[in-house]
């Protein structure tokens, strides 16, 4: 079964979204998700460019192959675009070996290790007040898990903090907007949220909270300190983590858990937080890390280390990617918790899919393959606009992490 053909299909149904589709020489086809929010363009041409012409006529059921002639074979390794466009390509094989085996892929990765995938939303709002509201709204819609974030009193706008509910876009504006941020206004703000969170809603919900790289890791320690009490399950990118040993500093003060890793792509960027334990769990996902193969491999590495998973699962990444995450998670032995924006109407109605959300659980779909499709002419409705992340400045006008 040879690969026929590949289309590269960008789309903009609510917000970018760029799909891979190959088609084998008997008529089956997969999907993958090459989605990276910002960068669009680049993983389409970089797949369009470079990587199709490589696939057409080779064998569809080589997907280990496949990876390491498009890894190693690009002398270049690694990157953002480099690997969601192999994740794309990764991901499309195993929807197709799933077809052609008559299982969904998680049969193929050694089948179920759990009943379900627990996920957790997130409430966002300006105020602590507004904030109670929207935890109430996920707990009424049966989530065991919330993450929380709020406004910061005394800074205009807070990424992360939007009007919409349920999911929001981040990618606001063609070119990056820009916010401002204090890190004293924020580290005094937010164990007030955490006691009022917990104090109405009592011990057993599931509280985590995102800090968006913005601290230091002194500065880190000390709000994994001041929210023990609240028992988080996890502070997420605590500090931007391109030093993997800047999170060793943290583990020393505080018992709060971490989890990082949605900007990672390879292995290399988590061996050490991983294998030093520096870290709890590692959030990892299907379209930036190399796709299925390469995924497995890093929850492989992170069981050995008592390090659980909690991949990313914001609305920038299809139903594409989360049909894929959600057939991992269900088979890993080190499942920890999995994120799940909800998308849009109309983002799910170019990508029909069959996984579905009930008591706090997904589960992914039955049918043959990862259960997630593409409606081609749909998406062709749906033009791409550009959309940029937004970017930080101090208030003495200093460029921050975002
Ligand atoms: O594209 C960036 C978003 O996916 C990211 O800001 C969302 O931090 C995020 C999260 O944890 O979902
Ligand atoms: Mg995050």
């Given amino acids: 079964m040879k690969i026929a053909d590949a289309r590269v299909i960008v789309t903009c149904p609510d917000r970018n979204f760029v799909t891979l589709k190959i088609v084998t020489s008997s008529g089956v086809y997969g999907v993958g998700d090459a989605t990276l929010n910002g960068r669009e363009l680049a993983v389409a041409a970089y797949l369009q460019e470079h990587v199709v ?32 466009a192999i994740a794309a390509v990764d991901t499309a094989l195993w929807d197709i070996k799933g077809k052609v085996a008559g299982l969904p892929v998680y049969q193929l990765l050694g089948g179920r290790s759990r009943e379900g995938v627990t996920v957790y939303g997130h409430a966002n709002a300006d105020t602590v007040e507004d904030v109670l509201t929207e935890v109430a709204t996920y707990v009424d819609l049966g989530y065991q898990a919330v993450r929380v974030q709020t406004g910061v009193p005394g800074l205009a706008s807070t990424y992360g903090v939007s009007k919409d509910r349920l999911f929001y876009e981040p990618a606001d504006s ?20 955490f006691a009022r969170v917990r104090d109405e809603f009592g011990p057993t919900l599931k509280l985590l909270h995102d800090v968006h790289h913005r601290l230091t890791p002194i500065e880190a320690a000390r709000l994994g300190k001041s929210v023990e009490p609240y028992n988080l399950t996890w502070i997420e990118d605590p500090v931007p ?3 993997q040993e800047g999170f060793r500093l943290i583990r020393q003060h505080t018992t709060t858990p971490i989890a990082v890793g949605e900007v990672f792509n390879t292995i290399w960027d988590c061996q050490q937080l991983i294998t030093e334990q520096l870290i709890d769990y590692i959030r990892a996902t299907v379209v930036h890390a190399g796709g299925i193969s390469h995924l497995r491999r890093i929850f492989d590495l992170a069981n050995l280390y008592h390090v659980r998973s909690g ?32 998308h849009t109407e109309a983002t799910d109605a170019v990508f029909p ?7 706090g659980y997904l589960h992914p779909s039955e049918a043959p393959g990862l259960g997630v499709d593409i409606d081609e002419e749909l998406a062709a409705r749906y033009p791409y606009r550009p959309a940029a992340l937004p970017v930080n400045r101090l208030q003495d006008g200093t460029m921050h992490s975002w």
């Fill in 311 to 342: 991949s990313h699962g914001a609305t920038d990444l299809s139903p594409v990617c989360m049909a894929a995450a959600l057939h991992l998670d269900l088979a890993i032995p080190n499942f920890g918790l999995q994120e799940y924006m909800r």
């Fill in 174 to 193: 063609a070119l990056p907007t820009e916010n401002t941020w204090s890190t004293a206004h924020y580290l005094d703000h937010v164990p007030e949220v």
């Fill in 353 to 359: 899919h069959g996984y579905h959300f009930a008591d």
């Fill in 53 to 84: 012409p490589a696939l057409i006529g080779r064998d569809a059921s080589r997907i280990e192959d496949t990876w390491q002639y498009l890894y190693r074979g690009a002398y270049w390794r690694r990157g953002p675009v480099t690997m969601s």
């Fill in 241 to 243: 983590a391109e030093l």
